[in-house]
């Protein structure tokens, strides 16, 4: 007898009628597919036939690929027929992405990130065109499409697909399963854009039986080689911290499995592990198990016997072959491609002994945050690896050392994830760093946000390194202690200068503060013939010729 | 362009070397030259910048480098392309690390 018709209390419940509209929608879609595929000139009346007005729906689109195509076809429906969305995405990248809310097809917004729409997304919400329920980390979005916000609508983005519907996603599989997995399972309409259809896939990532509706787009989904850094714009400034990171942390802890964001800082670090990391005999030591995009300038540090395992959100566009050629390091499926997924990466880094990202501002008490006042722009999924696995249970070198310092014998012994940030003390155009008191609290309010958004909590944080010195906040005291830790390496900016010398000299003395000369950092070494690589070209060369620059990284 | 000129209190060590120099001028760079100097144990340092209203930071970037090096004797000279102090500081203690011939 089906979902329906149980009773409870003499009253009749239906409890199909998420499959009932499902097949109602099917049926209005299917009149414009043949099988399950779809013309691209037919998708804008499939959407009108298969949106409801007030339904949740998630466009994919993260770092790097996009669903782009199906994003500007819902641009064009009807604002008659399709209205009142509540868009549930994780990145909001691209123009019609806000175009739907200008057009008054979409009112709600819950999401992750934004990036370049920044300004325009904090506009529409001035205007009240827009209500942003919240800015959520990756994990927590997803987390959501389980709970309250399962998407009645989703697209996403493929390589290829076959007749039947069967998905091959490729190196970019990044946020495909979790956005699947909720919307097939719920009753859900999944439209897939992919590159090309073909008679048989290279490898099932998405079983056709998921999939509602499959378009060949007019051209390849968007993609962006956002993990991309080239050697040859790092500083020697940049170089002394990698320096006192490696020393000061990496090697004291025996830091083996880590995550390293995105950025110029980081990069440096990868690049000097096969100089200043092999010469003090750190080789496979530190370093070994990574969860992070394949950055090129990783690849030094592979080929030198550094890095030997990494799980990847998504891939990096020009690293294809290099990867598949790396198999024992990368996770790659049969057909020889990487096989990414943003969940199991941002898990496999959660539970690691390290994270070390950047920022744009930190506060007296550590807390700090890439927002800033003009444009809403979100965190991605740094507050997931930057911050405390409490629930952690499996032991490490490192874990333990920093759970000794940061419980010093009081209580239950526990271990301690590390959580660095790494920054100069001033910012392009000499801002300050370091800050009283974060932008992100004027930017709740005009937002009308539930919190200031804050990307890594201070009492998450564990380290800050900047090119002045390491503070070390589980050594620190109390509030006052942990102030002054963080004056105490703010270098020339107010909050710097404003330090208590005394009680930095103590904290000094307790390790709390450190400078390079208590690391046994010769600053003398901090220059550019300390990096592995000093161009795209030398990684090119380091790769044996399998890594494959965009146009624009290509100056020769 | 700006001239700043300071002089700070003598510290304990005197150089190993007659001079040292690092850096280069450069948007955002700098080049330092440290020279051994009869000073009665005095530092002396003679800035010009490319940026005009930071004296009060050069003075305390200057006055702590001195203490931090212990350095007496020395005359500083800096062409300076607008380096934040982090480069300074960087640039500072590499010609300083040369100047005493510390082990590298």
Not at chain 1, 334 to 355: K, T
Request: net charge negative; glycine share 10%.
């Amino acid at each position: 007898m089906g979902d329906s018709g149980t009773a409870i209390d003499g009253a009749v419940r239906d409890w199909g009628t998420l499959r009932e509209r499902y097949c109602a929608r099917m049926q209005r879609g299917a009149a414009l597919a043949k099988d399950k595929v779809v013309a691209p000139d037919d998708v804008v009346a499939l959407l009108e036939a298969v949106i409801e007005p007030g339904d949740r729906l998630c466009i994919e689109g993260n770092n790097q690929k996009h669903a782009d195509f199906l994003a500007e076809c819902l641009a064009e429906v009807s604002p008659e027929r399709v209205h009142d969305l509540h868009i549930i995405q994780s990145n909001i990248a691209l123009a019609p992405h806000l175009d739907v809310f200008e057009r008054g097809i979409a009112e709600r917004l819950d999401f992750c990130y934004s990036g370049p729409q920044g300004l325009r997304l904090s506009r529409l919400v001035k205007e009240g065109r827009l209500k942003v329920g919240a800015i959520h980390t990756y994990l927590e979005l997803y987390g959501r499409y389980f709970c309250d916000l399962t998407p009645n609508v989703s697209f996403i983005a493929a390589d290829a697909a076959d007749h039947e519907g069967n998905l091959y996603t490729g190196p970019n599989t990044e946020d495909t399963p979790a956005i699947v997995e909720a919307t097939a399972f719920k009753s859900g309409i999944l439209i897939a854009q992919v590159n090309r259809i073909v008679d048989r896939v290279p490898r099932v990532d998405v079983p056709g039986d998921w999939v509602s509706f499959v378009v060949e787009a007019p051209r390849p989904y968007y993609i962006e080689p956002i993990f991309t850094r080239d050697p040859a714009a790092i500083t020697e400034v940049q170089i002394l911290m990698a320096m006192m990171v490696i020393r000061g942390i990496y090697e004291k802890y025996g830091v083996a499995r880590l995550n390293h964001g995105i950025g110029f800082d980081t990069a440096a670090i990868e690049l000097i592990l096969p100089t200043y990391a092999a010469d003090l005999g750190l080789r496979g030591k530190i370093c070994k198990y990574m969860s992070v995009n394949p950055c090129p300038t990783l690849i030094p540090a592979i080929e030198s016997g550094f890095v030997e395992g990494i799980h990847c959100a998504g891939s990096e566009l020009g690293m294809e072959n290099y990867v598949s050629e790396r198999s024992d390091v990368f996770f790659t499926g049969r057909d020889g491609s990487m096989r990414s997924n943003r969940i199991f990466c941002q898990i496999a880094g959660h539970y690691s002994d390290l994270f070390i990202g950047s920022t744009l501002q930190i506060d007296l008490e550590g807390n700090s945050s890439t927002a800033t006042l003009s444009r809403i722009t979100g965190f991605g999924g740094a507050p997931n690896f930057g911050s405390e696995s409490r629930a952690r249970r499996h032991g490490s070198e490192s874990w333990l050392m920093a759970g000794r310092e940061a419980h010093r014998g009081n209580g239950m012994p526990r271990g301690r994830k590390l959580v660095v940030q790494i920054v100069e003390s001033f910012r392009e155009g000499l801002s300050s760093t370091f800050v009283e008191r974060l932008d992100a609290w004027k930017l709740q309010e005009s937002f009308g946000l539930p919190l200031p958004p804050v990307m890594v909590y201070g009492d998450d944080l564990t380290h800050i390194v900047t090119e002045e010195g390491i503070a070390n906040l589980l050594l620190c005291d109390g509030p006052e202690e942990r102030e002054q830790a963080i004056r105490g390496v703010a270098g020339y900016t107010e909050v710097g200068m404003a330090r208590d010398p005394e009680m930095v000299r103590r904290l000094r003395a307790k390790g709390a503060v450190s400078y390079p000369e208590d690391l046994g950092v010769d600053k003398r070494l901090a220059t550019r013939d300390l990096l592995a690589a000093r161009s795209i070209k030398d990684l090119v060369r380091w790769s044996g010729g399998l890594y494959d620059p965009p146009a624009r990284f290509r100056n020769w | 362009m700006e001239h700043l000129e300071f002089s700070f209190d003598h510290g304990s060590m005197a150089p190993a070397n007659d001079f040292a120099h690092a850096g280069v001028v450069g948007s955002g760079n700098l080049e330092v030259l440290l020279e051994r100097a009869e000073l009665s144990g005095r530092c002396e340092a003679v800035v010009d910048t490319a940026i005009r209203g930071y004296e009060r930071t050069w003075h305390k970037v200057l006055s702590d480098f001195v203490t931090r090096q212990g350095l007496a004797d020395v005359r500083i000279s800096i062409n300076d392309g607008g380096a934040t102090p982090a480069v300074v500081c960087l640039r500072l203690d590499q010609a300083a690390a040369d100047l005493k011939g510390a082990p590298a």
